[in-house]
């Protein structure tokens, strides 16, 4: 069925796909997401998500104090962001621990999300931080968004002017390889300047959305 067959009641006796886009810092997944959104495609930006959550919800804002403590936020009850990376970027075992405050609230952001999601064929999912598709996770199928780490770090530099590269490359050291996604990818995407990336987000949305008519 053409995309432009897919009506509400159409999508509504169809299972909805839950497709996660994932890659490191600089990568360009925030873009692919874009173009996805414009394809009318929601869009869940865990990363965004999160910064809002640790800035408004009580319950997270107090489990980080209670893991870096009081300094975390400022006076006004502001996320110390500045001061948060600092700590955690040069000592993984305390960013472990802030992330395991962290994600399950925005793991369980994103399911009310999702849920509140109805008239589509598929959904998006963007985070830094993914594992393998399965139902566990609430993640179907997995794609991975790639560039050369040149390109990586010289996008990040022209986005934030106030880092420097060694704490880009600090960033960038903690996160998982590009080897290591490729493990759990389902797709990738290469979004290194010389190749199309248009195309290839096309095609993807081409597949997810013949999916969703195989298996209703």
């Known amino acids: 069925m053409p995309e432009a067959m897919l009506t509400d009641s159409t999508l509504q006796m169809k299972a909805m796909l839950r497709i996660g886009v994932t890659g490191g810092i600089g990568s360009g997944k925030s873009l692919v997401c874009r173009v996805f959104a414009s394809l009318g495609i929601p869009v869940y930006m865990a990363d965004d998500r999160a910064k809002w959550l640790t800035e ?11 893991v870096l403590g009081t300094m975390a936020y400022d006076t006004l009850g502001r996320y110390n962001r500045s001061w948060v990376a600092s700590q955690v970027f040069s000592n993984p075992d305390l960013l472990q621990r802030l992330n395991a405050v962290i994600h399950p609230r925005v793991w369980a952001d994103t399911a009310d999300w999702v849920a509140q999601q109805t008239h589509t064929p598929y959904v998006i999912k963007e985070a830094a931080l993914m594992k393998a598709a399965s ?9 991975v968004v790639e560039s050369p780490l040149a390109l990586r770090i010289e996008r990040i530099r022209q986005r934030d002017p106030h880092r420097s590269v060694d704490d880009i490359q600090r960033i960038i050291a903690n996160q998982i390889s590009d080897e290591q996604r490729r493990q759990f990818a389902d797709h990738i995407l290469l979004n290194d300047e010389s190749q199309l990336l248009l195309p290839q987000i096309w095609s993807l949305h081409q597949q997810f959305l013949a999916r969703v008519q195989s298996e209703g």
């Open 135 to 143: 139902p566990e996770v609430g993640i179907d199928q997995v794609v």
């Open 56 to 66: 408004n919800d009580p319950i997270l804002k107090a489990d980080i104090m209670r």
